[in-house]
């Protein structure tokens, strides 16, 4: 009898584990809440697992939903590529979730698999990196695309001292978000004569892999003598670009994007250090923001035209509107707030942040 109890329990615990791993993708989680929005079921999909940036993403949005009393379904899909997406995407669409934000890895390639979603009956909000802006509702923009653009150019312009060579490590080659910034640099660079003596000599790609822009960073340093600048509007390039010139004691100086938590050994002045200043947003907020444009969306409170509102609880801008996208076509976003700059008088505030 207390055999069969035990075969009976273990059988049980398999299928659980079994049903549970139906969701797919690495580092999936679910989890639910209880009050208003109980029932309903909100993912999020971010860019890749491994990446402490999609991680306070993912805790932002999970807060929120679950503060509501939604379920939440975390996915974070093992590499950073559309292929990946698609996979965990296809999923969640066959579980029937009433929600899904995506941290797209390419705008095109994920279209249709959004565009399914749709049709399906899912609201599909982007956060951090958009798709196609006619295959979702609206995009959580964790910065105006031209703020952060003048901000790293200007950065480079600042720590150059105006003139030589700089280059970009940015994450994959197909983000929206990091190819709309370097757009944004370049055409910023290309339209102001103050920029004029600098030259961008490389843009590489790291594909948000420690392993791959460390490389890529050495590979630059051997590859360009004269470099003054690398500037890495990635977490993963920044904080690796960062090791590796530090380590090297090497004169080429670094700013772009990242983590506090991550850099704070690297910031500073002196040459000791290899970045004077850096900037970012708060990921934890832009997940929360994510979470509540997903909620307002699934209730009908918004629909992702421009000039809608929503509360977004305790957060700093609520109500958020949303405006229209700079593209021309009329879409929608919603700008958590303007970059911030973290420098030696201010690291050791964040650091513990996030
Ligand atoms: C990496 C990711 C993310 C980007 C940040 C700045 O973590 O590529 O999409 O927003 O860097």
Redesign the pocket.
């Known amino acids: 009898m207390k055999k069969k109890i035990i075969s009976l329990l273990m059988c049980t615990a398999l299928a659980a584990t079994m049903l549970a791993g139906c969701g797919g993708g690495s580092g999936s989680s679910e989890s639910t809440g209880s009050g208003a929005s109980g029932g309903k079921t909100y993912a999020i999909v971010t860019?890749s697992a491994g990446?402490?940036?999609?991680e306070k993403e993912a805790e932002g949005f999970k807060e929120v939903v679950e503060a509501a009393g939604g379920t939440c379904i975390v996915q974070n899909p093992e590499s950073?590529t559309a292929d990946a997406q698609m996979t965990v995407i296809r999923s969640l669409i066959s579980q029937g979730v009433d929600s899904i934000a995506i941290?797209a890895n390419d705008a095109n390639a994920l279209a249709s698999v959004c565009q399914e979603a749709i049709d399906a009956g899912i609201q599909v909000v982007t956060l951090?990196?958009d798709v196609n802006s006619a295959t979702r509702a609206t995009f959580c923009n964790?910065a105006g695309v031209q703020e952060v653009g003048q901000a790293l150019i200007d950065a480079v312009y600042d720590i150059s001292g105006g003139e030589g060579q700089y280059a970009i490590l940015s994450?994959?080659s197909q983000?929206t978000?990091?190819n709309a910034w370097i757009d944004a640099m370049k055409s910023i660079q290309e339209s102001d004569p103050k920029y004029s003596k600098l030259e961008l000599v490389a843009v590489e790609y790291g594909d948000?892999k420690p392993q791959k822009s460390t490389d890529k960073t050495q590979a630059l340093l051997q590859n360009y003598p004269d470099l003054k600048v690398i500037c890495a509007?990635?977490?993963?390039?920044i904080s690796a670009a960062a090791k590796v010139l530090q380590d090297q004691g090497s004169k080429v100086k670094l700013t772009g994007?990242?983590?506090p938590s991550e850099m704070a050994e690297y910031i500073g002045n002196d040459d000791a250090h290899s970045c004077p200043y850096m900037f970012?947003w708060n990921?934890i907020d832009l997940g929360k923001l994510a979470g509540y444009a997903s909620i307002a969306l699934v209730d009908g409170t918004i629909t992702g035209k421009v000039g809608e509102t929503f509360e977004a609880g305790d957060m700093e801008n609520s109500p958020y509107t949303l405006t229209e996208l700079a593209d021309g076509s009329g879409a929608s976003e919603i700008i958590l707030g303007p970059p911030f700059q973290f420098n030696p008088d201010n690291i050791d505030e964040w650091k513990s942040i996030y």
């Open positions: 860019k990446n402490p940036y999609n950073a941290a951090d990196s964790q994450a994959t983000a978000n990091q948000d509007p990635t977490t993963v390039g994007l990242g983590l970012l990921p």
